[in-house]
């Protein structure tokens, strides 16, 4: 840090998360002294502003990282095994927004709501979480440090920015081709997306869970410190812009008081309670978009189980589900330094 | 009956479900002799085709039943409430499609691949389930009968058609506002509906879930002769046009198998298998719609535990959800007195 601040690189800054990591520094002043934007060759030259002023897009190679203290990566797994160890090398400590290094022992994946103290042992990169597991950690984990969380049952409503700003384009396409009467084209999603939904396109393992719902269960095990905590993930796609919903019912250790979980979300960093039973207002997808926090609601009891509790969930993919978790892992970091 | 075939009243024929029973009777070629269209006083006059007929609508008043066989009431649980006696009086079976008389314990409430020996017991009247209630009956049902289901976690994704012809006209002109970057204006729903989603949008009772909820519940354990059937449901609006998906996850008395559920799945009336791992492809609204079958798949092992089975399920609101259901009750009804 010199006395302005931060050198400052995001790579992959065109995409859709990439352009919300600008948003969200500049929202939270987030000391910049110097920003270096990277993206592939085709990029090169495009503009980006940042705080009133344009940057243009460098092309991203080991050398770009010299003299850089925080490095977001948000350009896909596979630029980010290409490029992070040149990073590390370089001096910078990454936050890895792909699912490269979420996985790997050594390397801390963070929510930090959740496990801030998992910063502490980061070799140079910490990796953000997927989407869906940043979301639900949010709205869960105050609940797990309350009743103690056996098993998770959840179903989502996931937006169509998870698959980038060319699959919300799509979902604006197929919208106005609807319209307009014309024949609708898929290009990124392998199913129509306008008025339809469907199991999310990543592929179905063995276990019979897709990528994005293994995922889910492996990193919320991870983020909880709870390596064998069941989960049953259903991870659906639908014709939403940019904000993820879920459906979740947890079952608990202790006996559930749905009061009690009111009030614990309601003091609860990163959750906005929004629980209006008399004018049936609840978690929605366009109220949680551009929003920091998650919002939780519709939490009552399994009329059979005094030992479950179900509620609904929204938070913006693009900001607590990447580009805001991402940019609060770095303020996280500075913190600890300070 | 006479030769042609029955006389057949259609209460709320200028509706979303009325005109599906009209399209579904001649789908099904439905022995009609003579069809009388009933609806409040001011849809009287407008004309509607039944096999290549145009058929006038008449005013829905008690005199309107006399010489009708079937009559089908889709108008409303107020309605249902002032005329049905009227139907039955005159010498009609009813098929109720509103919520008015499902609940009570003299009239049965059925799905034909669920429960049909509950017609038997009819007084005139047999009630057409919820359509979530009514689409979810018929995929788990088969797996009910293998495995004993022991308790069921749903959330849905609900189209705007149940809400009726003017929500759907909602979902359309909301879409087509944002396409022409005009003011999204909301009449129908409280909420706006095109890309978002929401809680379903009936009062929450005490029990802190919400009508649409509890008829789930309700229904479900009354078809199934299971009155204490634990159920922890979630009803969401999503903006697809008009088919319901639901995420199921049961829990079970004997253990599972995956492949064991896919036999017995394929074989049971009223559900097509759509569970193509190789190529992604499961049940979604776009494909169910038009389709009388419920599609069921993504069937998988609860990863923690053995007697615990998940699958997506996408069904036609207005056919098995509705209208088809309906008229299946009747052909059933005319089966049995054959």
Known sequence: ??????????????????????????????????????????????????????YAVEELN?????????????????RSRE????????????????????MKEDVPLVVPEVNPQDLQNNKGVVANPNCCAAILAVAIWPLHKEFGIKRIVVS????????????????????????????????VFPHQIAFNLFSHNTKV???????????????????FHEPNLPIVPTCIRVPVLRAHSESVVIETEKPVDVEKARQVLAKSPGVKLV???????????????????????RIRKDLANDHSLALF?????????????AVQIAEEL???KA
């Open 205 to 223: 393992a063995a276990n019979g869970y897709n990528e994005e719902e293994n995922k889910l269960i492996e990193e919320i095990r991870k983020m």
């Open 156 to 187: 989502t409503y996931q937006s169509a920015s998870g698959a980038g700003a060319q699959a919300m384009a799509e979902l604006e396409d197929q919208v106005k081709s609807h319209v307009e009467k014309r024949k609708i084209e898929k290009k």
């Open 275 to 297: 629980d209006n039973v008399e004018q049936n207002h609840f978690p929605m997808p366009l109220e949680a978009t551009g929003d920091l926090d998650v919002l939780v609601g």
């Open 83 to 102: 490029f992070v160890d040149a990073a590390i090398k370089a001096g910078a400590v990454v936050v890895d927004n792909s699912s490269a290094f979420r």
């Open 313 to 325: 969930v929204s938070g913006d993919q693009l900001l607590k589900g990447a580009a805001w978790n």
């Open 62 to 78: 080991a050398a770009a990282f010299a003299g850089i203290d925080y490095a977001f990566f948000s350009a896909g797994a596979t």
């Open 334 to 336: 500075i913190k600890a």
């Open 1 to 54: 840090m010199n006395k302005n601040g931060y050198n400052v690189a995001v790579v992959g800054a065109t995409g859709a998360v990439g352009v919300e990591i600008l948003r969200v520094m500049e929202r939270r002043k987030f000391p910049v002294a110097n920003l270096k934007l990277l993206a592939s060759a085709r990029s090169v030259g495009k503009k980006l502003d940042f705080n009133g002023k344009d």
